[in-house]
């Protein structure tokens, strides 16, 4: 018998690595996709290969009885098992099944309304990579005991390791079992697992049914995706290459006729699958029922002149693979000669080759009302099959007219099986009441958000000094070159929060510039830093502040003024950060977490500066709105406390020069390593904090904990000076005069800008326009080079301009290029400079 994986080994050079069973358990196929060309196909998985439902169900159930072995009945019995969507959804089931004692769960690409996000991560190699964690209890992550996460197939560890970092930053426990049908860790990933386990100071076991590896030759992603290209031009992008029948569809019967539809008898009550969990009690009783339904399905499969029983397909869809499996399983039990697969939206490349695993593939419209939008989607090795019968098994909620159409699924099977079933499964609706929300119901919604992210998890500060009200989006590719971010913006195609910047890496010449800014600025920061802490306190006699900083420039202040109040009066004063979006608002489910733990008029919101006053003014206004709204608790204060006020835009600040701070000079090297925040709507759902990247592997640049020690060091030195400047502050007027958006308004109109958000003021935002944005050129105070000396390293590294000028309030102004397109830059990237 010819391995299916020959076709492309003799191609690509692609090699198996293992023992004997390898080949019978995978076969190579190509794909058209950017980050992995070949494709490992699973015989026993039950997605693209047809198989016989007792080897795919029984492969799991196996797996899932070596893992109560390996945990013993009593942690089994508090385990919870993960599948993931859409491959794995049964062969986490049947794990589920074999331990026999946990609920069940699997991630999902559909989101479903009224339900409750309890998490989310992203597989890097996948076609579509969002997972979304729909449980309908709340609470069923949240437990102590092990969680048994369960894929197809284990090779860089990465979509196994990105679930486990997310989750156990929200849900820590002290074991994780993963498990999968193959190991095929290559020889540099095979010590991922066990340093990853001590770096989150947890267990991991790894269970599989065979084990591997795939050897790659140098280019093999560039030939694969030129072998695709190649065959889809001499074939057609949907069909084989060879004389596959899949290739031209012969015509499908009038629509009404292609199908015969059953009613299965589905019992009520019991989840389809295990979208929003799946208890033992459920599996009880889907039991009893499968032996009907079955008796059911087979009816209506034999033909009426049908002289045999037939040659059955029983096809799934998408996720939905374990009723459809359950129920292939019950025929086999009953003695037909069953098959079972499931569809797809993962698009293959089709070789008409016993050497090559997927054979035919037919093309259909997607039928369940995506939420990505409408696409193409797969069922493969079906047509030529030789299959008398199929019957199709989907919910209800993709039994659309999509489905029936004459291009649809349905008429794509009669086209190529002489006669079609149609069972369709209950969708699994959660028990979500209505809602409508009032103000005492603010803390159970609140309640029902996940726990802050702390260090070392979620950020390089100490888990004390700052709780993150965010989510953890650290596997998710975000980052985009500067050029094409700002294009975006400018023309209103994305908004800035929707993506991040490259972090920029600083060169040596940079790193001794900050660190000597460090060195001669850290005295004034504290000074800075004891002021503000102490006004704070002043203005709240007899009551402890709640700092909230927003992220990610007022978290490292946040940090230094709880060091403050530690250091100098004994006081553990609770420090969260919160994300604010320019024209969002700030993050509402932060502050509904804020109110159901706090006292709303006990926060205090902290940032590093303030340039012209965008974000106060965002704040104030986010503020209202949110307690306008029937569920927003009211009380919170929406003045900014900061550091340096050079605008006089608040009244609670440190200091109200424009000067250096260091922590300006850098981005998440000296923010705890964490991105700015990010806020868009495939990510963030109605119930989700905003999300923030860890930036992990840049821990070596990492001077966060740097910058901090410097400046508190010098805490004790500054206490004469500050107390002296607070009870001065306290006395005088300091209410804001918005000098620095009245400089900014006209610097926006004597450049020919027209758009005060593209003019950034102060050496902070400054700095922050060479780092992330495209810069047009910079305006320099005369006589303030002291603290601009990293502003002019950046402008000579990005050939922008300086312009020395008078009177400004501020040390220096960024601009960004206005009406900026593409050509606004140099082949090398560089701004252009102004004629």
């Given at each position: ?5 020959t ?5 690509l050079?692609?090699e198996l690595?293992?023992?004997e ?7 190579l ?8 060309a ?26 899932g ?17 993960l599948?993931y969507a ?7 089931h049947?794990?589920a099944?074999?331990?026999?004692l ?5 991630s ?13 991560f992203e ?24 969680l048994?996460?369960?894929d ?5 560890g ?26 095929m860790?290559?020889?540099?990933d095979?010590?991922?697992l066990d ?11 790894l ?20 072998l ?15 004389p ?9 019967p ?41 008796d ?8 009426p ?12 869809f ?16 009953a ?12 698009p ?15 093309v259909?419209?997607a ?16 047509a030529?099959?030789?299959?008398d ?37 209950p ?5 979500v009441?209505s ?8 803390p ?56 991040l910047?490259v972090?920029?890496q ?34 709240r ?12 420039a ?44 706090h ?17 106060t003014r ?5 503020i ?50 964490i ?5 868009r ?17 840049l ?5 966060s ?10 805490f ?5 000076t500050?107390?002296m400047?607070?009870?001065e502050?306290l006395?005088a007027?300091?209410?804001?005069t918005?000098?620095?958006w009245?400089?900014?308004e ?5 450049y ?12 902070g935002e ?6 992330r944005r ?6 320099a ?17 990005r ?9 400004l ?16 830059t140099?082949a ?5 400079v102004s004629?």
């Amino acid at each position: 018998m010819v391995w299916t994986g020959t076709w492309v080994a003799e191609r690509l050079g692609v090699e198996l690595i293992g023992g004997e069973e390898l080949p019978a358990l995978l076969g190579l196929a190509l794909r058209r996709n950017p980050k992995r060309a070949h494709l490992l196909v699973s015989s026993v998985l039950g997605k693209h290969v047809p198989q016989r439902p007792s080897v795919v169900y029984g492969s799991g159930l196996d797996l899932g009885r070596r893992v109560r072995e390996l945990l013993g009945d009593e942690e089994a019995a508090r385990s919870v098992v993960l599948g993931y969507a859409e491959t794995a959804t049964a062969l986490g089931h049947a794990v589920a099944d074999g331990l026999g004692l946990a609920p069940y769960l699997h991630s999902t690409r559909r989101p479903v309304a009224g339900v409750a996000r309890a998490g989310g991560f992203e597989e890097s190699h996948s076609h579509a990579t969002s997972h979304l964690l729909l449980p309908e209890d709340p609470k069923l992550l949240a437990g102590g005991g092990p969680l048994v996460l369960v894929d197809d197939e284990f090779s860089t560890g990465n979509t196994v390791l990105n679930t486990i970092r997310a989750l156990h930053a929200r849900y820590p426990r002290e074991r994780y079992v993963v498990v999968a049908l193959v190991d095929m860790r290559s020889a540099a990933d095979l010590g991922r697992l066990d340093a990853f386990a001590e770096e989150i100071g947890a267990r991991v076991d790894l269970l599989s049914a065979a084990a591997g590896t795939v050897r790659l030759p140098e280019g093999v992603l560039e030939r694969g995706q030129a072998l695709v290209a190649e065959h889809e031009r001499a074939y057609g992008s949907t069909g084989s290459a060879g004389p596959a029948p899949a290739l031209t569809p012969t015509p499908a019967p009038a629509p009404g006729e292609v199908a015969v539809r059953v009613e299965i008898g589905w019992p009520a009550g019991v989840p389809d699958g295990g979208r929003h969990g799946f208890a033992p009690e459920h599996r009880e009783r889907l039991e009893a029922a499968l032996s009907a339904m079955a008796d059911r399905i087979g009816e209506a499969l034999r033909a009426p002149t049908a002289a045999a029983p037939p040659r059955v397909l029983v096809l799934g869809f998408e996720e939905l693979m374990y009723a459809p499996l359950r129920l292939a399983a019950a025929l086999e039990d009953a003695g037909h000669d069953v098959r079972y697969s499931t569809t797809t939206r993962s698009p293959v490349l089709a070789v008409d080759d016993p050497g090559y695993a997927i054979r035919t593939r037919l093309v259909f419209p997607a039928h369940d009302d995506p939420a990505d939008g409408p696409g193409e989607r797969y069922a493969y090795n079906v047509a030529g099959a030789g299959f008398d019968a199929v019957a199709l098994v989907v919910d209800s909620a993709a039994d659309t007219p999509e489905l029936h159409a004459p291009d649809g699924l349905l008429a794509q099977l009669a086209a190529h099986v002489p006669r079609v079933v149609l069972a369709v499964v209950p969708s699994y609706t959660p028990d979500v009441p209505s809602y409508t929300p009032t103000v005492s119901e603010a803390p159970e919604r609140s309640s029902m958000l996940p726990e802050p992210l702390r260090g070392p998890s979620f950020s390089s500060y100490a888990p004390e000094e700052v709780g993150w009200l965010l989510q953890d989006l650290s596997g998710v590719e975000l980052e985009a070159p500067t050029e094409e971010r700002e294009e975006a913006i400018q023309s209103g195609g994305a908004h800035y929060a929707e993506s991040l910047p490259v972090e920029y890496q600083p060169s040596a010449r940079y790193q001794e510039l900050f660190h000597s800014a460090l060195e001669s600025s850290a005295e004034r920061i504290a000074r800075a830093v004891g002021t503000v802490t102490e006004t704070v306190l002043a203005e709240r006699p007899g009551r402890n502040p709640v700092l909230v900083s927003l992220a990610r420039a007022g978290t490292p202040v946040g940090v230094l003024m709880r060091r403050w109040a530690q250091a100098r009066h004994g006081l553990d004063l609770p420090h969260y950060a919160v994300s604010i979006v320019r024209g969002r608002g700030i993050d509402a489910n932060a502050l509904r977490w804020l109110a159901a733990h706090h006292d709303p008029a006990d926060v205090v919101f902290v940032d590093g500066w303030t340039g012209k006053g965008a974000i106060t003014r965002e704040l104030a206004e986010a503020i209202k709105e949110f307690e306008a709204t029937s569920d927003g608790p009211t009380g919170f204060d929406p003045e900014i406390a900061v550091l340096a006020d050079p605008g006089s835009c608040v009244r609670t600040y440190g200091t109200r020069e424009d000067f250096l701070i260091p922590s300006a000079c850098l981005n998440s090297t000296v923010s705890g390593l964490i991105s700015r925040t990010v806020l868009r709507s495939d990510l963030v759902g109605p119930n989700d904090f905003h999300g923030a990247k860890f930036y992990r592997e840049l821990a070596g640049a990492d001077v966060s904990g740097a910058f901090l020690d410097a400046v508190a060091a010098r805490f004790d030195e500054v206490a004469e000076t500050v107390e002296m400047d607070v009870k001065e502050l306290l006395a005088a007027d300091r209410t804001p005069t918005w000098e620095g958006w009245a400089a900014v308004e006209r610097i926006s109109e004597e450049y020919g800008i027209h758009d005060v958000n593209l003019v950034k003021p102060g050496v902070g935002e400054t700095t922050r326009v060479l780092l992330r944005r495209v810069p047009w050129k910079i305006l320099a105070k005369r006589g303030a080079d002291a603290d601009l000396a990293h502003v002019r390293l950046l402008a000579e590294q990005r050939g922008v301009p300086v312009e020395v000028v008078d009177d400004l309030p501020y040390s220096c102004v960024g601009l960004i290029h206005p009406q900026y397109t593409r050509g606004a830059t140099g082949a090398d990237g560089k701004a252009v400079v102004s004629q």
